[in-house]
């Protein structure tokens, strides 16, 4: 893709919509940065929206933010960047949750990469004594969101990751039970995070596509800090993110 410097940003001379990738920490914005060539600190806050957050970068028309840890400021953040792109008159054709998380094993292993074919609000809902119901099954909502399913294969096949369900927490399962609760309740899941279902809800509400990415830091499981491998993970999301530009230029929204 031929780039070429302008006002402080590079702007893609290839037909690349744009694409808002919202990581929740700067060590995972950055990694993501890193693929498309590095950044420039602080530039693009206020025209991204994100006023406050340092680390908003813009790359061609791929624009990188921390977001905020959670899902409910990961919303509140990936909102705030799609409404002024939108009264800017320059909107997103997709929004990219992306960042490092836990894998269950074995099918996630530590260093993988997760490209959710779904995005599920894993602990939104109630305890009941016959056990969890979500929003959905309480009749207040959904807890899913599905990425579009051309682009995941194509993203998984670029990248050489694997698809499965991602689940968002509020809470990080620390315990072989939960673990294990989780995985009977959604059998496909690959990944747990917690910030891809708020940044989906943000998309919808904008009408604009999501995918989420992951990179596996560690088991899903018992907390231990020893079997971390954070810096594996966010080398393997730059790796992959630099597998991706072909794909996204390949893809249009409106073609699906």
Same mark, same amino acid.
């Given at each position: 893709?031929? =780039?070429?410097?302008?006002?402080? %940003?590079?702007?893609?001379?290839?037909? =690349?919509?744009?694409?808002?990738?919202?990581?929740?920490?700067?060590?995972?914005?950055?990694?993501?940065?890193?693929?498309?060539?590095?950044?420039?600190?602080?530039?693009?806050?206020?025209?991204?929206?994100?006023?406050?957050?340092?680390?908003?970068?813009?790359?061609?028309?791929?624009?990188?933010?921390?977001?905020?840890?959670?899902?409910?400021?990961?919303?509140?953040?990936?909102?705030?960047?799609?409404?002024?792109?939108?009264?800017?008159?320059?909107?997103?054709?997709?929004?990219?949750?992306?960042?490092?998380?836990?894998?269950?094993?074995?099918?996630?292993?530590?260093?993988?990469?997760?490209?959710?074919?779904?995005?599920?609000?894993?602990?939104?809902?109630?305890?009941?004594?016959?056990?969890?119901?979500?929003?959905?099954?309480?009749?207040?909502?959904?807890?899913?969101?599905?990425?579009?399913?051309?682009?995941?294969?194509?993203?998984?096949?670029?990248?050489?990751?694997?698809?499965?369900?991602?689940?968002?927490?509020?809470?990080?399962?620390?315990?072989?039970?939960?673990?294990?609760?989780? %995985?009977?309740?959604?059998?496909?899941?690959?990944?747990?995070?917690?910030?891809?279902?708020?940044?989906?809800?943000?998309?919808?509400?904008?009408?604009?596509?999501?995918?989420?990415?992951?990179?596996?830091?560690?088991?899903?499981?018992? %907390?231990?800090?020893?079997?971390?491998?954070?810096?594996?993970?966010?080398?393997?999301?730059?790796?992959?993110?630099?597998? =991706?530009?072909?794909? =996204?230029?390949?893809?249009?929204?409106?073609?699906?």
């Amino acid at each position: 893709m031929e =780039l070429q410097a302008r006002e402080g %940003r590079l702007i893609a001379a290839a037909g =690349l919509g744009r694409v808002l990738v919202a990581t929740a920490v700067p060590v995972e914005r950055d990694a993501v940065a890193k693929a498309f060539g590095g950044f420039s600190p602080g530039s693009g806050d206020e025209a991204l929206g994100v006023p406050g957050s340092s680390g908003a970068t813009a790359h061609g028309r791929l624009d990188v933010i921390d977001a905020g840890v959670g899902p409910a400021l990961a919303a509140a953040s990936t909102a705030s960047a799609l409404t002024a792109a939108a009264l800017q008159g320059t909107p997103y054709d997709l929004v990219v949750s992306a960042g490092i998380g836990g894998g269950f094993q074995p099918e996630a292993p530590v260093g993988a990469l997760v490209v959710a074919d779904e995005i599920v609000a894993a602990d939104l809902g109630a305890e009941t004594p016959d056990g969890f119901l979500s929003v959905t099954e309480l009749g207040f909502g959904t807890v899913r969101h599905h990425p579009p399913e051309d682009l995941v294969r194509r993203v998984a096949d670029a990248a050489g990751a694997r698809t499965g369900a991602v689940l968002t927490v509020s809470t990080v399962t620390g315990t072989a039970a939960r673990a294990t609760a989780l %995985r009977e309740r959604h059998p496909t899941a690959l990944a747990e995070a917690m910030e891809g279902f708020g940044v989906a809800e943000a998309a919808g509400a904008h009408g604009v596509p999501v995918l989420e990415i992951r990179a596996i830091s560690n088991p899903v499981g018992p %907390r231990d800090r020893a079997a971390w491998r954070i810096g594996d993970a966010l080398a393997a999301l730059t790796e992959g993110f630099g597998k =991706l530009v072909p794909v =996204l230029e390949g893809w249009n929204r409106h073609d699906q």
